[in-house]
């Protein structure tokens, strides 16, 4: 006979202990007093889950993992008075989500401020001729070329993934654009029709 699976987390307990947490909030209100703390459990799952979530292959090789997760916390913190008990009995999938797109936005982060430091790099030393701040008195090169090659595709890609953004907000602007003009052509119809 096969065993059951142990989750790392009990998603019916975690439920539960929401459930009486929203309870005493709800109590504490009545009574014109502060909300209680969130539980000890309740946190605990939340860290739970960012950690293992972290050790994902897509998430696993970043050097800023504890930041992703630390954000991941924070944002769970935040939305948590968000979780409604009534609509999902799956506090797990809830919180996940909202990790998950918390890693998402820190990798965006950091991505943009290394595309920052990448682009300094390139306008003070490169563009601007300061070559001798990267060979050594023996002409030899500090940087290793692969390393330019790899800033440089980098920034390429960067580039061209803000270019498609950029291009999918205005498509979006346009077609609301779009969309409230004919809305406006179809009320001046009904008002002289």
């Given at each position: 006979?096969?065993?059951?699976?142990?989750?790392?987390?009990?998603?019916?307990?975690?439920?539960?202990?929401?459930?009486?947490?929203?309870?005493?909030?709800?109590?504490?209100?009545?009574?014109?007093?502060?909300?209680p703390?969130?539980?000890?459990?309740?946190?605990?799952?939340?860290?739970?889950?960012?950690?293992?979530?972290?050790?994902?292959?897509?998430?696993?090789?970043?050097?800023?993992?504890?930041?992703?997760?630390?954000?991941?916390i924070e944002?769970?913190?935040?939305?948590?008075?968000?979780?409604?008990?009534?609509?999902?009995?799956?506090?797990?999938?809830?919180?996940?989500?909202?990790?998950?797109?918390?890693?998402?936005?820190?990798?965006?982060?950091?991505?943009?401020?290394?595309?920052?430091?990448?682009?300094?790099?390139?306008?003070?030393?490169i563009?601007?001729?300061?070559?001798?701040?990267?060979?050594?008195?023996?002409?030899n090169?500090?940087?290793?070329t692969?390393?330019?090659?790899?800033?440089?595709?980098?920034?390429?890609?960067?580039?061209?993934?803000?270019?498609?953004?950029?291009?999918?907000?205005?498509?979006?602007?346009?077609?609301?654009t779009?969309?409230?003009?004919?809305?406006?052509?179809?009320?001046?119809?009904?008002?002289?029709?």
């Amino acid at each position: 006979m096969k065993e059951k699976k142990v989750n790392y987390v009990d998603n019916k307990k975690f439920y539960e202990t929401i459930v009486e947490h929203r309870r005493r909030v709800e109590e504490s209100a009545q009574k014109g007093l502060e909300p209680p703390r969130l539980p000890e459990y309740i946190g605990e799952c939340i860290w739970k889950i960012a950690n293992k979530l972290s050790n994902k292959p897509c998430f696993i090789n970043y050097s800023y993992r504890d930041e992703m997760i630390s954000d991941g916390i924070e944002n769970c913190i935040m939305y948590f008075k968000d979780f409604d008990p009534n609509k999902t009995q799956n506090p797990f999938a809830y919180f996940t989500q909202i990790i998950y797109y918390a890693f998402l936005r820190r990798i965006n982060k950091e991505e943009k401020n290394r595309y920052i430091i990448y682009k300094n790099f390139q306008e003070t030393i490169i563009n601007n001729g300061y070559n001798a701040y990267l060979t050594d008195t023996e002409d030899n090169h500090i940087v290793p070329t692969h390393m330019y090659d790899n800033i440089n595709s980098f920034m390429g890609r960067f580039e061209e993934k803000e270019e498609l953004k950029k291009q999918k907000r205005k498509e979006q602007k346009l077609g609301l654009t779009k969309f409230y003009e004919e809305d406006k052509d179809e009320q001046r119809s009904a008002v002289s029709g």
